[in-house]
């Protein structure tokens, strides 16, 4: 009889961990097909809601069943159906993207607070990696609600006896508990890494214009900092901040070398580098291994 309750409970638990796979799948194509609506329109200060989804070519505004996730672009064989024009792989890699981080989240941390809040930060950094490789450009759209939301959850991540919040309490907790539970202090100290993290990039930025006389590091980049430092705290952030470095110098060193390849030896270029999207790479594997690369560096000073 024991034996049978526990195979139940087993099966029960492993529905239960299905559904919520299949609804982590699902919300991340949802929320990843309007990902792509932030990620064009936003860099042009358009507005994300208003006019409804539509061809950039033709203007037509783009049916219900040609919108659905992954999908509809396979159907339509990365073509518009009213005109014709080329689909940009981006959306539905943009898409599965965002459930599979998603997906991850659930599958590395629960579905807890922080497995919500790791979520919430993947797509941010997803959608800001991809337009800065367009565009070149961050916008505080997302990167300014980003840090509000940072700092929000550092303080409810540090709240004890609130239910709900990755804790063990079975008690029901007003809205005003939540108020007076609310650890300001947490909330301040991540504000606090915000802002050095903010200072750095600021102080790169000038030391560069004082030798080279031009920017070097756009104030996007500053503020997408600031906003990794308020989620994942100082020393993740210096880790996140060193990976993207090394990993654009040697973007920037390829793409140089590839161009004098190319043309005569002679010519010289300035590479443009998209050090926010080496940044919001750096920030998703900081989120998932950044204390085990931490604690593996850490261990050749003992």
């Known amino acids: 009889m024991r034996g ?10 492993d529905s239960v961990t299905v559904l919520i796979s299949i609804f982590a799948v699902l919300l991340g194509l949802a929320l990843g097909s309007f990902l792509n609506v932030c990620i064009s329109r936003l860099p042009r200060h358009e507005s994300v809601l208003r006019p409804r989804s539509h061809c950039p070519r033709c203007l037509t505004p783009i049916l219900n069943r040609d919108n659905i ?18 689909i940009p792989v981006r ?19 629960g579905l807890t607070l922080h497995g919500v809040a790791s979520a919430v930060l993947c797509w941010l950094l997803l959608g800001l990696a991809a337009t800065d490789a367009e565009t070149l450009l961050l916008p505080d759209a997302l990167t300014l609600p ?31 508990d ?17 802002a050095c993290a903010s200072a750095l990039v600021l102080l790169i930025r000038g030391l560069y214009w004082l030798v080279r006389r031009r920017e070097g590091i756009g104030l996007g980049d500053a503020k997408l900092l600031a906003m990794i430092a308020a989620w994942l705290g100082p020393w993740q952030a210096g880790l996140v901040f060193f990976l993207a470095v090394v990993c654009a110098a040697a973007y920037g060193l390829g793409q140089i070398g590839w161009v004098r390849l190319r043309r005569s030896a002679g010519n010289t270029l300035v590479a443009r580098i998209p050090l926010g999207a080496f940044l919001c790479a750096a920030g998703v594997l900081s989120l998932f291994e950044g204390e085990s690369i931490l604690a593996w560096y850490l261990g050749f000073f003992r």
């Open 146 to 176: 980003g840090l509000a939301l940072a700092v929000v959850y550092a303080g409810l991540e540090n709240t004890a006896g609130l239910p709900g919040l990755g804790l063990t309490t079975a008690d029901h907790a007003s809205a005003w």
């Open 69 to 86: 996730p992954l999908l509809s672009w396979m159907l339509l064989r990365a073509r518009c159906r009213s005109c014709g024009a080329r």
């Open 4 to 13: 049978s309750v526990r195979a139940r409970v087993h099966i029960l638990s």
């Open 91 to 109: 959306y539905p890699l943009i898409e599965a993207a965002t459930a599979a981080l998603f997906l991850l989240c659930y599958f590395e941390f």
């Open 178 to 194: 939540l108020a007076v539970r609310f650890s300001w202090m947490a909330a301040a100290e991540a504000l606090l890494w915000a």
